[in-house]
């Protein structure tokens, strides 16, 4: 416990339960399911709506062996090499093993994946996929029919959720156990202003980070609100430097900002091209899968080709697709481009590397259990230990699903019990950083820890950094200056921390590995590097790093036989 909370109102209003679940993506809406199907009291807080995580947006799919000939070992294998020597393989053979029946379950839920005549499920191939293995729906729209099915059914089974709500902080007992969490609710629904729900069990699902960079493919709501919680609380996060640019995004000018377009890898599964600005096909050669190689490959050789010939993208070619394809198969994408003037059948579609994926987050063991007891994490803000270095193209719905569930069970099986939420007897209350704050911090970082970093421009966006904090700090609490309490000023407060710890971790890994390049280090040194990079956050705000070479850690209390 660090004692470190966002300044915040008192809660004026509370309910019971014996579960929360932060966050309405496919991680949190799996596990709200299964803890309402285990008859446990199950509170679903959601930032926005409940369908307006990162979910929706997910395109090309899911991963899972389900096609004749495929086999979990052989999707084990993919996702090892992906990770470049950092995931924890038993993690991994849990996310294959069960990756299959667990979608079953989800089209037993209801999601309805596309199918071939025969009505087999259709597969595609993305990057660092030996095989065609991942299932897709609407096309291109996997993301927003699987929030569909999901999102019926929690309100089928009326499982009770808070909208517009804004997580603040962890509660906990007087033995430092998880008691629930305070949050903000924004102006609609039942409650309104900060409360607290009480439980036992709390589940971060609030998804990724992507809004620490400038261009990102992440909706707004992708603030890191989880991980800084986490921290806040004791947690310990891990791989938090490993963020994976998307290759293929879709370049709308320099200084574009915010949420973009993404293309799906699965247009390159499907046989599109990555061309330069002569026509040149310049993955090819590169790696024996050519643009299907892992993605942090293609965003460095479309990197590199940038560099090389003064561009600032490359370009995406399908064309030879045809209207009918483009219409059927990736429907969204095709409309994307359009809606910015594009015509993919007609011309190549100008693509660059963007923020997508945090790898890292809060680290957790098998269950889904973090450091904190009754504290639990999965889908994008977890670091489960599945990803590694670099996530294995649409390996993170699946790992939501099965994690999630995993989750669900530790928990209808727990005896644990919460006491009353207390007080810290001396916290720390952070001052607030102004919501224009937000843009410096974007800028700083995807300047220096974006796609491509080096010793410098880390250390310059770390001196950036403490310089915001610098003076957040001093004009806290007794000064005059400090913003006041608002959803824009805890985002903003939380985007900070997140910036901090990443640039922290990305400072201290000399090396390149996975989807941390840098360009100072640019081999990879297994033999000094082949180990996590673990940070907790003290007391007095300081950051403590420790490298360890796996993912287990000791058990918590959450691990032994608890009194009913
Ligand atoms: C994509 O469709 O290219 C994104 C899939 C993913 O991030 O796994």
Not at 140 to 149: M, P, V, Y
Not at 154 to 168: F, G, K, M, P, S
Not at 256 to 280: F, K, T
Not at 481 to 501: D, I, M, Y
């Amino acid at each position: 416990m660090t004692g470190i909370r966002l300044q915040a109102p008192a809660p004026g209003w509370s309910i019971d339960a014996d579960v929360v679940v932060v966050g309405s993506g496919v991680a949190g809406l799996t596990a709200a399911l299964r803890c309402t199907a285990a008859g446990l009291r199950t509170v679903v807080v959601t930032k926005a709506r409940l369908d307006d995580g990162s979910t929706r947006w997910a395109q090309g799919g899911i991963a899972a062996a389900l096609g004749e000939g495929d086999t979990p070992e052989q999707h084990l294998d993919d996702t090892l090499v992906a990770g470049a020597g950092l995931c924890d393989e038993e993690a991994v053979r849990l996310l294959v093993t069960d990756g299959p029946d667990a979608v079953r379950r989800l089209i037993a839920t209801g999601a309805r994946f596309d199918t071939d005549p025969t009505g087999t499920i259709a597969l595609t191939r993305e990057g660092g996929h030996h095989r065609r293995r991942i299932a897709h729906a609407g096309g291109d729209a996997t993301g927003a029919e699987i929030s569909r099915a999901l999102v019926d059914a929690v309100r089928d089974r009326a499982v009770r959720t808070i909208e517009n709500a804004l997580v603040l902080d962890l509660l906990t007992d007087a033995d430092g156990r998880t008691a629930g969490v305070t949050l903000h609710v924004m102006g609609e629904g039942q409650h309104d202003g900060v409360g607290a729900v009480h439980a036992p069990a709390v589940v971060l699902a609030t998804g990724g980070m992507g809004q620490v960079f400038s261009a990102t493919t992440n909706p707004a709501v992708s603030t890191g609100d989880g991980v800084a919680l986490a921290l806040r609380a004791g947690a310990e996060v891990s791989d938090l430097e490993f963020v994976q640019f998307h290759p293929t995004v879709l370049f709308l000018g320099p200084d574009a900002e915010g949420q973009q377009p993404l293309v799906s890898e699965a247009v390159r599964g499907e046989g599109a091209h990555l061309v330069d600005a002569d026509g040149v096909r310049f993955m090819v050669g590169q790696h024996e899968l050519a643009e299907l190689a892992p993605r942090d490959i293609v965003a460095k050789g479309i990197m590199r080709r940038m560099r090389e010939q003064g561009a600032r993208h490359m370009y995406l070619d399908a064309r030879h697709f045809g209207a009918a394809m483009w219409e059927s198969r990736f429907p969204t994408i095709l409309a994307a481009c359009r809606a910015h003037g594009i015509d993919p059948v007609t011309r190549p579609v100008p693509v660059a590397p963007a923020a997508h994926y945090a790898s890292g987050g809060v680290r957790t063991d098998l269950h889904g259990r973090t450091t904190v007891p009754g504290l639990y994490a999965c889908g994008e803000v977890a670091c489960t230990g599945v990803h590694g270095a670099n996530r294995l193209a649409s390996n993170s719905l699946l790992e939501g699903l099965v994690f999630a569930e995993r989750i669900a069970d530790d928990i209808a099986a727990s005896t644990a019990r919460a006491g009353a939420p207390v007080p810290h007897p001396a916290p720390t209350l952070l001052p607030l950083l102004a919501p224009e704050t937000r843009t410096r911090i974007q800028h700083v970082m995807t300047t220096g820890a974006g796609v491509l970093r080096s010793a410098a421009s880390l250390a310059e966006a770390a001196d950036a950094l403490d310089a915001v904090h610098a003076e957040a700090l001093s004009d806290g609490p007794d000064g005059n200056k400090a913003a006041e309490p608002g959803v824009e000023s805890w985002e903003t407060t939380n985007l900070l921390c997140v910036a901090r710890v990443l640039v922290t971790a990305a400072r201290r890994r000399e090396e390149t590995r996975g989807c941390h390049w840098r360009e100072d280090r640019p081999d990879r040194d297994d033999a000094a590097w082949r180990r996590h990079l673990v940070v907790r956050l003290g007391p007095d705000r300081t950051l403590d790093v420790r490298p360890t070479d796996t993912q287990d850690f000791p058990p918590t209390d959450a691990d032994a036989p608890r009194e009913p």
